[in-house]
């Protein structure tokens, strides 16, 4: 019996390279069962929700999922933070990586941002007072332990041999303060693992004049959330960045783009976050033979530069690139 996966295209580009990933996936016959389920803002005005009961149950079901990309509407439910919260998807794995062909700041840059994914200021709790607004950032011990348990033994599985906290605690004494205490609580038990810790303004200024120094990054959420981008501005941009959401039944994989509408339907969006997200599935998935199969098939075409999107350089279509890279494939 096959894997199932849950198949999200969601809104404008969304749909393209998702069309494009699948094709790849597809080439190197691997039985799965795809699920497709709806999410974002096409959703919402088809079905008065952005993520439907259906598609989060969908979503429980199978093994894996992959999400295109959604359009945000101010007043709406975030459909991708709707699902993290529903699959406990509380790790977010960010990898940033040169990849050859590609204009980067910096060559041979390998290294990963893990980001606790479920609280602090995106935990949602916030509201209007009579002098304007609060919001309030939740830091459990709980969330802590098991995000900093999650990067040792990522740093342990992947033969990395750093990880790096990164906060506030100079400031923040009480919620990044207990980060770092547990942090090293957990680096206690690892320690054939390098451990050190950085602030995250100090660790942001690292990242554009030093970035070398880093292997594996743990964080809380929107610090987490803002390097991993400035990281993407290191290799290439959004377009060439993946990213998981992992939980202890399940994961998400998506690229981290948006959905682009200014592109949308142009047939020239750039495949390569989406393709790379379906790697770290298949990664997460324990097929490690497929997965590298399917990157360095991307990065023969990337090297080559005869089938890449506008936004690399190219006039290719964003098809036309997935089938250059199922051709690389073949060749394998």
Same mark, same amino acid.
Request: aromatic content about 6%; charged content about 25%.
């Given at each position: 019996?096959? !894997? !199932? #996966?849950?198949?999200?295209?969601?809104?404008?580009?969304?749909?393209?390279?998702?069309?494009?990933?699948?094709?790849?996936?597809?080439?190197?016959?691997?039985?799965?069962?795809?699920?497709?389920?709806?999410?974002?803002?096409?959703?919402?005005?088809?079905?008065?929700?952005?993520?439907?009961?259906?598609?989060?149950?969908? *979503?429980?079901? /199978?093994?894996?999922?992959?999400?295109?990309? +959604?359009?945000?509407?101010?007043?709406?439910?975030?459909?991708?933070?709707?699902?993290?919260?529903?699959?406990?998807?509380?790790?977010?794995?960010?990898?940033?990586?040169?990849?050859?062909?590609?204009?980067?700041?910096?060559?041979?840059?390998?290294? /990963?941002?893990?980001?606790?994914?479920?609280?602090?200021?995106?935990?949602?709790?916030?509201?209007?007072?009579?002098?304007?607004?609060?919001?309030?950032?939740?830091?459990?011990?709980?969330?802590?332990?098991? #995000?900093?348990?999650?990067?040792?033994?990522?740093?342990? !599985?992947?033969?990395?041999?750093?990880?790096?906290?990164?906060?506030?605690?100079?400031?923040?004494?009480?919620?990044?303060?207990?980060?770092?205490?547990?942090?090293?609580?957990?680096?206690? #038990? &690892?320690? $054939?693992?390098?451990?050190?810790?950085?602030?995250?303004? @100090?660790?942001?200024?690292?990242?554009?004049?030093?970035?070398?120094?880093?292997?594996?990054? /743990?964080?809380?959420? %929107?610090?987490?959330?803002?390097?991993?981008?400035?990281? *993407?501005?290191?290799?290439?941009?959004?377009?060439?960045?993946?990213?998981? &959401?992992?939980?202890?039944?399940?994961?998400?994989?998506?690229? +981290?783009?948006?959905? *682009?509408? &200014?592109?949308?339907?142009?047939?020239? @969006? &750039?495949?390569?976050?989406?393709?790379?997200?379906?790697?770290?599935? %298949?990664?997460?998935?324990? $097929?490690?033979?497929? *997965?590298?199969?399917?990157?360095?098939?991307? #990065?023969? +075409?990337?090297?080559?530069?005869?089938?890449?999107?506008?936004?690399?350089?190219?006039?290719?279509?964003?098809?036309?690139?997935?089938? @250059?890279?199922?051709?690389?494939?073949?060749?394998?």
């Amino acid at each position: 019996m096959g !894997k !199932k #996966i849950a198949i999200i295209e969601g809104d404008g580009i969304g749909k393209e390279v998702m069309e494009a990933a699948l094709l790849v996936l597809d080439s190197l016959n691997l039985n799965f069962e795809y699920i497709h389920a709806e999410a974002g803002n096409e959703c919402y005005n088809k079905h008065g929700s952005t993520i439907p009961k259906k598609t989060i149950k969908i *979503a429980k079901k /199978v093994d894996s999922t992959l999400f295109g990309a +959604v359009t945000t509407v101010e007043g709406q439910k975030s459909a991708i933070i709707t699902l993290r919260k529903e699959l406990d998807l509380y790790a977010n794995v960010r990898p940033i990586k040169s990849l050859p062909g590609i204009k980067s700041l910096y060559e041979g840059l390998d290294f /990963v941002i893990i980001r606790e994914n479920s609280e602090g200021l995106y935990s949602g709790l916030e509201e209007y007072n009579s002098k304007g607004a609060v919001a309030i950032r939740l830091i459990t011990k709980k969330a802590s332990r098991r #995000i900093c348990e999650f990067a040792f033994d990522y740093a342990l !599985k992947n033969h990395r041999n750093k990880v790096t906290a990164v906060h506030k605690a100079n400031v923040l004494k009480k919620t990044d303060g207990l980060f770092k205490d547990i942090f090293y609580q957990t680096a206690q #038990i &690892n320690q $054939d693992i390098e451990s050190n810790d950085y602030y995250v303004d @100090a660790t942001a200024m690292f990242m554009i004049t030093k970035p070398q120094i880093f292997d594996v990054i /743990v964080t809380t959420n %929107l610090f987490g959330d803002i390097l991993s981008d400035e990281g *993407a501005g290191l290799v290439g941009g959004l377009g060439m960045t993946p990213s998981a &959401n992992i939980g202890i039944d399940n994961g998400l994989f998506e690229p +981290v783009h948006g959905s *682009a509408p &200014n592109i949308a339907g142009k047939g020239i @969006a &750039n495949p390569a976050a989406m393709i790379l997200s379906t790697v770290m599935m %298949l990664e997460n998935m324990g $097929d490690l033979d497929n *997965a590298l199969k399917i990157e360095q098939a991307l #990065i023969k +075409v990337l090297r080559e530069g005869k089938f890449l999107t506008p936004d690399l350089g190219g006039k290719s279509k964003t098809m036309e690139m997935a089938k @250059a890279i199922c051709s690389k494939l073949k060749i394998n």
